[in-house]
């Protein structure tokens, strides 16, 4: 863990840090874009978690009904009785364009962000990092994964926190408000207002659905950052969907927001003493 470095800002009046990697480490993750198949996609963001340290049984492919190519979870554990939290990516793309910002913008982060956070001693939640195959064949794997789990893990899961297409623009993240669970959002814009990241509600309704529709179907509270505007969604399934389209100052600021909202979520949710703790101890 020789490349953590600890940031550190002012929340509710106290000292409040965080752990991230090194912003270079993030964007190379981003540039190593696979561009053919989606099994290609999915064999790349694998080699990026096993580069984070997310190995052996923590790194588990699981078949999704429909798909011939597989879900891939990284679970990183909390406390054995503690609820989970699924940060969620979809890697796949359409046939036209790179899929650069929808989505490897947000499946190349999922290592990065498992990364940082491995770093955080006393997590109370289980984190499991799902790449979802095949959300653009209909949230293919989002829905096989809540099929799969409904009778049995679907009732740990306490939050899901999708991230599809970001860094479009020089604006790194909006929140899918009209699709937000409050509480999720409240944490969020507490956040992004202690890093000076500016956050707004852009509800995205015109341009589709996500992978968080299946969850929040079945009442779990997810939360949806993007980065589309009336400008950028029209770049998403076509061949303007190139990697000279994402802004990586916006990428890296993202990086870092989502690096900080894990670690406060897992810390303000549920929490019997909600003030604002967390030193890395
Ligand atoms: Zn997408």
């Known amino acids: ?29 981003l540039r190593r874009i696979e561009r053919g198949e989606n099994a290609a996609r999915f064999g790349t963001l694998g080699t990026l978690f096993t580069e984070a340290g997310c190995t052996g049984p923590a790194l588990e492919p699981q078949m999704a009904k429909g798909s011939k190519v597989p879900n891939l979870v990284c679970t990183l554990p909390g406390e054995p009785e503690g609820k989970w ?3 969620t990516a979809h890697f796949d793309k359409v046939r036209a364009g790179a899929g650069a910002i ?13 990364q940082s956070l491995r770093a955080v001693e006393g997590r109370r939640h289980t984190f499991l990092f799902i790449g979802f195959t095949d959300e653009e064949a209909g949230l293919v794997g989002a829905r096989a994964w809540v099929k799969a789990n409904q009778k049995t893990a679907l009732k740990n899961v306490r939050a899901v926190i999708n991230i599809d297409s970001v860094a479009s ?39 589709g659905t996500t992978d968080a529709a299946p969850f929040r179907a079945k009442k779990v509270p997810v939360i949806d950052f993007h980065s589309l505007n009336n400008q950028t969604w029209l770049w998403l399934h076509s061949i303007d969907d190139q990697l000279s389209k994402i802004d990586v100052g916006a990428y890296q600021s993202a ?3 989502l690096a900080a909202y894990l670690k406060f979520v897992d810390e303000k949710l549920d929490a019997p003493d909600r003030s604002v703790t967390g030193a890395l101890k």
């Open 1 to 29: 863990m020789r490349y953590l470095l600890l940031l550190s800002l002012g929340l509710g009046g106290q000292q409040w840090t965080f752990p991230t990697i090194p912003a270079e480490k993030v964007t190379e993750r």
């Open 85 to 87: 939290i699924l940060v």
């Open 102 to 114: 929808d989505n490897w913008s947000g499946a190349s982060l999922l290592p990065s962000l498992y």
């Open 169 to 207: 623009g020089p604006h790194p993240l909006y929140v899918w408000a009209s699709k937000a669970d409050p509480e999720l959002t409240q944490l969020a814009l507490q956040m992004a207002g202690a890093l000076k990241i500016p956050l707004e509600g852009m509800n995205a309704d015109q341009v």
């Open 255 to 257: 990086y870092r927001f």
